[in-house]
């Protein structure tokens, strides 16, 4: 497919545990864009790429957040030492720029128990 | 209060009905998007708008700026259209990395 694909689709992991959550961006996009859709809140801004400057990390929540995005396609969310309120559906998202139409991935539902 | 304000929060209407669901924001923006999420589904990008006013089939989006406002207009409603509706802005500068997201209208369209 030519979209914006995420994995795993669901995640059930437990509380301290660390999670690894995968994004493959349209080939071509070089933006690509984490976000979080917490249960009955909107979603909220994690951290953006572009091409090979440096990542805008102003939404990470905490230190336990951390994404790397490898080769300019490939994207990788962590989070370390899992806490309940962590529990939510991660979104990715890319587009051909920075100031362009964004393309959302079917997102990674992470739940910690 | 939130940067990005949106109504109605929910919103039911009948089949063929005309719908708008409002936008408002307290920040001076570079854009504003308009996405569609179903229940349980990904998030699909219906507009993204600076000024004016944009239509793409049955779905019409607007923009003021000087009164930092935005509708979304669905004509001619159907089943299909129930979902939720998001609003979020761009800013300026520094703030054009990320998107301010409005909190959704939940739209339900009975047959």
């Known amino acids: 497919g030519a979209g914006v694909s995420q994995s795993p689709s669901n995640k059930v992991t437990e509380k301290g545990k660390d999670v690894e959550l995968r994004c493959d961006p349209i080939?071509?996009?070089?933006?690509l864009y984490w976000y979080r859709q917490s249960l009955g809140q909107g979603l909220e801004f994690l951290i953006y790429?572009?091409?090979?400057?440096?990542?805008?990390k102003s939404g990470l929540p905490s230190d336990r957040f951390s994404a790397e995005r490898t080769g300019g396609s490939v994207s990788t969310l962590t989070i370390q030492r899992t806490q309940q309120e962590d529990s939510a559906v991660y979104l990715c998202?890319?587009?051909?720029?920075?100031?362009?139409?964004?393309?959302f991935g079917p997102g990674t539902r992470l739940t910690v128990l | 209060k939130n940067e990005v304000e949106q109504s109605p929060q929910n919103l039911t209407a009948q089949e063929g009905e005309f719908i708008t669901i409002n936008c408002s924001y307290s920040?001076?923006?570079?854009?504003l998007h308009w996405l569609q999420q179903h229940p349980g589904g990904g998030i699909v990008s219906l507009f993204m708008?600076?000024?004016g006013k944009k239509k793409h089939g049955r779905l019409i989006a607007t923009i003021n700026i000087q009164e930092k406002h935005s509708s979304l207009h669905i004509t001619a409603s159907h089943p299909r259209d129930s979902a939720v509706y998001i609003c979020?802005?761009?800013?300026?500068?520094?703030?054009?990395?990320?998107?301010?997201f409005g909190t959704g209208t939940l739209l339900a369209v009975q047959p």
């Open positions: 998202a890319s587009s051909v720029g920075q100031f362009n139409e964004q393309f």
């Open positions: 080939s071509g996009h070089t933006a």
């Open positions: 790429f572009q091409g090979n400057s440096a990542p805008d």
């Open positions: 920040v001076g923006i570079s854009a």
């Open positions: 708008l600076s000024s």
């Open positions: 979020a802005v761009r800013g300026y500068g520094g703030a054009t990395n990320k998107l301010i």
